[in-house]
């Protein structure tokens, strides 16, 4: 009875921000450790469904950082990063693409299994175009995008459908990149115009102290977050996270969330 009334607390508390948010786009990026704990990644999912069946807009964009390293190395493939972003080489690029689209087909089940509509967006549909990424130099087949299809992509939004969205495309040279997913969420959020662009991660978000859950940043200015990348503060894979919110944001995205998934 208590975890009914508990429930029916929530939802209340809900009410406003419901009404708020009603028939606004969020773009929402989840990955990394998350996808891995199923109970975790269930309940992800299921929110992102209560979402669309309140009448607010979701679009998910996925990584799969922990799936494509674990495929790497059964083929002999050693994973390397710089400043949070994978290197990627012809072989490399292939597994890449074939970890995501199985997990893109799978969040897509798992949508529908709790009575969402959903369809994926992978390298095959032909609606992600890209560039070479030379932010770091030359990663290999590591791209950024240049344009999404947002007329289909649109579409599916207005037909209550949320698109999930892997994070690789093709080149103008017919050659598949891998593009970092926080890179590619960000990049979605401002061509649609979202209301909220929000990045789920496995820790609590930007912290002085990565040790100190008590020296959480909840606001961060742009000059700021600059300021604790060159610092070595903000490091890793909270580089292109933190690029990614600073960037959504500058291009008229009304919010931009990184929250502990």
């Given at each position: 009875?208590?975890?009914?009334?508990?429930?029916?607390?929530?939802?209340i508390?809900?009410?406003p921000?419901?009404?708020?948010?009603r028939?606004k786009?969020f773009?929402?990026?989840?990955g990394?450790?998350?996808?891995s704990d199923?109970?975790?990644?269930?309940?992800?999912?299921?929110d992102?469904?209560?979402?669309?069946?309140?009448?607010?807009?979701?679009?998910?964009?996925?990584?799969?950082g922990?799936e494509?390293?674990?495929?790497?190395?059964?083929?002999?493939?050693?994973?390397?990063?710089v400043?949070?972003?994978?290197v990627?080489?012809?072989n490399?690029?292939?597994?890449?693409?074939?970890?995501?689209?199985?997990l893109?087909?799978?969040?897509?089940?798992?949508i529908?299994?709790?009575h969402?509509?959903?369809?994926?967006i992978?390298?095959?549909?032909?609606?992600?175009?890209?560039?070479?990424?030379?932010?770091?130099?030359?990663l290999?087949?590591?791209?950024?995008?240049?344009?999404?299809?947002?007329?289909l992509?649109?579409?599916?939004?207005?037909?209550?459908i949320i698109a999930v969205v892997?994070p690789i495309?093709?080149?103008?040279?017919s050659k598949?990149?891998?593009?970092?997913a926080?890179?590619?969420?960000s990049?979605?959020?401002?061509d649609?115009?979202?209301?909220?662009?929000?990045l789920?991660?496995?820790?609590?978000g930007v912290?002085?102290?990565q040790?100190?859950?008590g020296?959480?940043?909840?606001?961060?200015p742009?000059k700021?977050?600059k300021?604790?990348i060159?610092?070595?503060?903000i490091?890793a894979?909270?580089i292109?996270?933190v690029n990614?919110?600073?960037?959504?944001?500058?291009?008229?995205?009304?919010?931009?969330?990184?929250v502990?998934?």
């Open positions: 009875m208590k975890r009914v009334i508990k429930k029916a607390d929530i939802l508390e809900a009410i921000y419901i009404k708020k948010f028939g786009t773009v929402i990026k989840y990394g450790s998350l996808m199923r109970k975790i990644a269930n309940g992800i999912l299921e992102v469904v209560f979402l669309s069946l309140v009448g607010i807009k979701p679009v998910l964009v996925h990584g799969g922990n494509i390293s674990l495929m790497m190395k059964k083929r002999g493939l050693r994973p390397k990063f400043h949070g972003h994978r990627t080489d012809e490399a690029v292939k597994v890449v693409d074939r970890a995501l689209s199985k893109n087909r799978d969040i897509v089940q798992k529908r299994s709790v969402g509509r959903a369809l994926g992978k390298s095959c549909d032909h609606i992600i175009r890209t560039v070479k990424d030379l932010t770091y130099g030359d290999g087949f590591v791209g950024k995008i240049s344009s999404i299809n947002k007329h992509v649109e579409k599916f939004i207005e037909e209550g892997a495309g093709y080149g103008k040279d598949l990149y891998n593009i970092n926080d890179s590619a969420a990049y979605i959020a401002k649609l115009r979202a209301e909220k662009f929000i789920l991660t496995d820790v609590c912290m002085i102290d040790k100190d859950r020296s959480l940043i909840s606001t961060l742009f700021k977050a300021s604790l060159e610092k070595k503060v490091s894979g909270m292109p996270k990614a919110c600073i960037q959504a944001v500058r291009c008229n995205v009304a919010k931009a969330h990184i502990d998934g």
